[in-house]
């Protein structure tokens, strides 16, 4: 819908670009930038790849970001959402990238184990919990 002019101009007016990889394809080939050089023109450039995990360029790095395990699949609906919640989180608190990027993968995988775009919900404590039991720290 929109050609390689647009797009740059969305992300010149952004300060963060998050899609998954799908997305991120179409934007370099319409605007002919590498995911690094749209990351140069934004605070971080962020790329979901499902059960693939994520990348999120910042800071002139790549960091990759691996998938939470999920104890079942139910429902991707509203996955996405849930891993931009956690990148919000992230983002709002000052976290550095990495934790901000495992927090937004265990949101999503948590979503992904129920039913509905809004059916899970967890304490701070389960979540902490959790997150240790993935990621082997501390949140």
């Not at 998050?18 to 930038?33: A, C, K, M, P, W």
């Not at 002139?60 to 956690?86: E, H, M, N, S, V």
């Not at 983002?91 to 990238?97: R, S």
């Amino acid at each position: 819908m929109f050609d390689g002019d647009d797009l740059k101009g969305f992300i010149d007016k952004a300060s963060y670009v998050t899609v998954n990889d799908y997305e991120g394809q179409l934007i370099s080939e319409r605007t002919g930038l590498s995911h690094e050089d749209i990351a140069k023109r934004v605070k971080a450039f962020i790329v979901t790849r499902g059960g693939e995990g994520s990348t999120i360029y910042a800071n002139g790095k790549q960091i990759a970001i691996p998938c939470a395990k999920a104890k079942q699949l139910k429902d991707p609906t509203g996955c996405g959402d849930a891993y931009r919640a956690g990148l919000i989180y992230g983002i709002q608190k000052g976290l550095d990238w990495e934790t901000t990027g495992r927090i937004a993968s265990l949101i999503g995988t948590i979503k992904i184990e129920h039913e509905g775009p809004q059916n899970h919900s967890f304490t701070m404590g389960e979540f902490k919990t959790r997150y240790k039991q993935e990621f082997g720290e501390a949140l």
